[in-house]
């Protein structure tokens, strides 16, 4: 008999990832752009970094991606990928591919649904910060939840992908 996974695993650690940020009270760190006409942008900084998370007994594994300060992607996996998460500056997406179900909208539309108010800025400072884990399991916990979370350190690579089809029969929370 094949082991299913715990769809609110998934649910759980995606939620915590996206609201994460709100709990966040550090300063932004904000990059200056080049001034005058015609100057260039700097390159794109790609980072990469594996987790895990221990809810209820159960881990799951998986991946964290980002280009620096544009989108954050995250993939969750405990035997089958359970599911996936995208986050730019302006919109989440969701996808809890075990349930077939997905969240898709603006971060004002996340703040309506689960009532947590965050933003990509806020969410991208905590998972890169030194103190990730702590700041985590600390969320977790104000949702009577135990949690355990491991994010490794992150390392820059020179270009990633960012994936998440979502099949047209998949209904939304």
């Known amino acids: 008999m094949p082991i299913r996974p715990h769809p609110s695993l998934f649910l759980a650690a995606a939620v915590l990832l996206l609201v994460a940020g709100c709990r966040s009270h550090r300063e932004a760190a904000s990059r200056p752009l080049p001034e005058g006409e015609g100057a260039a942008r700097p ?4 980072r990469t970094a594996n987790f895990s998370c221990t809810v209820a007994g159960a881990t799951a594994t998986g991946q964290l991606r980002m280009m620096q300060d544009s989108v954050l992607w995250g993939s969750v996996v405990k035997i ?13 997406i969701v996808y809890a591919k075990v349930v077939g179900r997905c969240f898709r909208g603006t971060y004002d539309d996340l703040y309506h649904r689960f009532h947590y108010r965050t933003t990509f800025a806020e969410v991208q ?11 985590l399991e600390a969320i977790a916990r104000t949702f009577n939840t135990e949690a355990v979370f491991r994010i490794e350190p992150w390392k820059e690579v020179s270009s990633t992908t ?7 029969h998949v209904t939304n929370l």
Request: proline share 14%; net charge neutral.
């Open 43 to 46: 390159a794109p900084v790609y």
């Open 80 to 92: 089958v990928e359970l599911g996936r998460l995208k986050a730019t500056p302006d919109s989440v």
């Open 125 to 135: 400072r905590l998972l890169t910060g030194a103190d990730a884990n702590a700041q």
């Open 162 to 168: 960012f994936p998440i089809a979502i099949p047209p």
